[in-house]
């Protein structure tokens, strides 16, 4: 696929429309692609159904948050690199400023009775939206039995301490050499012989690892050489990143606790755009205002040259046979992932009667009725504020402040 033309009025168009998205896209991953496809197609008709599924299987083959690489690549077929720099800062900023600004609410102020109330109720909600997650991706990733088999497999392995990315490679490689050894063993000497985007992603992410394994000393290069790994390293939900970043920052490095793990995802879901807006709350937490800029840079620059990638081979990618089978296999794995991560967060949101109310009633109306998960935390963020402003219950309220 060839990009259009690069002209100002394609960039300022670019501007307007993913700048607007940013500011509103509320809902997570399948919401954005919704709305981009509602804009860029039906109306704006840049490109047909079929090539903006073209795209958005090629952005599902690859790591990093899925729905900002859609915008992205969009942003590269209207207007080249130019277009695809300014759909995605424009995607990304909105969220990032608005989730810094809650990280400085947070560090600022998290001490005060209203804030930890209204975490206090927000936390439970997450923890629904989560539990829907694994719900509604589990029944696309466990299609058959193997895969289903292979998803407790790795639901085992996470939790007996595998790291999140070798669980992810593991499945992926599993179901992609069973293909081949159905296939027979031209298909397999025919994946070694002749790289495809499933071997460049496999080498990709090893790097990934090897970079991580640098990481010494809390300081900004660190902060920074961490979330260029989950920038290459996260497949599948833009959810599976809470895996990855409980095993680096809370087991690993010890530089968080789960309960602030869970406020920052908490934050990152009051505001709109990607969830990997959370790096940018954890980099304030950790390191300022210059660690909440490191560490959204380090996590959404890979991003940018996969986009344009995924622009220029998706109808290759999305008829790959091999691609496809490795795919299976790391939406096994990160479903897993995401179940895993489900325990210690439920630990530290799940306080008493109330929290556990909060969190049932939370995941029937998300099941049941699809609600917007935007204004379920915030209602429950209120109903704790107000709760705890009027000291119903004293002493049932053990958040752990930063």
């Not at 424009?90 to 804030?115: E, H, K």
């Not at 050894?181 to 790097?207: H, M, N």
Request: glycine residues 12%; contains cysteine.
């Amino acid at each position: 696929m060839k990009p259009a033309s690069q002209n100002a009025s394609s960039l300022g168009e670019l501007l307007r429309l993913f700048l607007r998205l940013g500011l509103t896209a509320f809902g997570g991953p399948a919401a954005h692609l919704a709305l981009m496809q509602r804009e860029a197609v039906d109306r704006r008709q840049w490109l047909s159904r079929s090539q903006f599924l073209d795209l958005t299987g090629a952005c599902n083959l690859l790591p990093g948050p899925g729905s900002t690489q859609v915008a992205m690549a969009l942003g590269f077929r209207r207007a080249g690199w130019p277009g695809l720099l300014v759909a995605g800062a424009c995607f990304i900023l909105p969220a990032s400023l608005s989730t810094l600004g809650l990280a400085w609410i947070y560090v600022r102020f998290g001490s005060l009775p209203l804030l930890q109330g209204l975490l206090y109720g927000a936390k439970p909600v997450m923890l629904a939206i989560l539990l829907q997650a694994v719900w509604n991706l589990g029944k696309s990733a466990y299609r058959t039995l193997p895969l289903a088999l292979l998803g407790v497999a790795s639901l085992a392995g996470a939790l007996a301490g595998v790291p999140p990315l070798a669980v992810l490679l593991l499945a992926g490689g599993l179901v992609l050499l069973v293909q081949a050894r159905r296939a027979g063993l031209g298909a397999v000497s025919g994946f070694f012989a002749q790289p495809s985007t499933s071997a460049s992603r496999i080498g990709l992410a090893t790097g990934a690892g090897l970079a991580g394994s640098a990481v010494g000393a809390a300081g900004l290069l660190s902060l920074a050489l961490v979330f260029l790994k989950l920038g290459v390293a996260v497949f599948g939900s833009g959810y599976v990143l809470l895996a990855f970043l409980k095993a680096d920052l809370v087991d690993r490095l010890h530089w968080i606790t789960p309960a602030q793990l869970l406020d920052a995802v908490t934050a990152g879901q009051l505001t709109p755009g990607p969830v990997f807006a959370t790096a940018t709350f954890l980099g304030f937490l950790l390191h300022g205002f210059s660690g909440a800029a490191v560490a959204t840079l380090a996590i959404f620059l890979p991003s940018f040259g996969m986009a344009a990638a995924a622009a220029t081979l998706a109808g290759r990618i999305r008829n790959s046979k091999r691609a496809g089978a490795f795919l299976d296999g790391v939406n096994a794995a990160a479903v897993a992932l995401m179940a895993s991560v489900a325990l210690p967060l439920g630990r530290a949101a799940l306080l008493d009667g109330i929290t556990w109310g909060i969190a049932l009633v939370s995941a029937f109306l998300l099941l049941r009725y699809r609600l917007n998960a935007t204004w379920l935390i915030l209602a429950a963020g209120i109903l704790g504020g107000v709760l705890y402003g009027a000291h119903w219950t004293q002493g049932i309220f053990s958040l752990t402040t930063p």
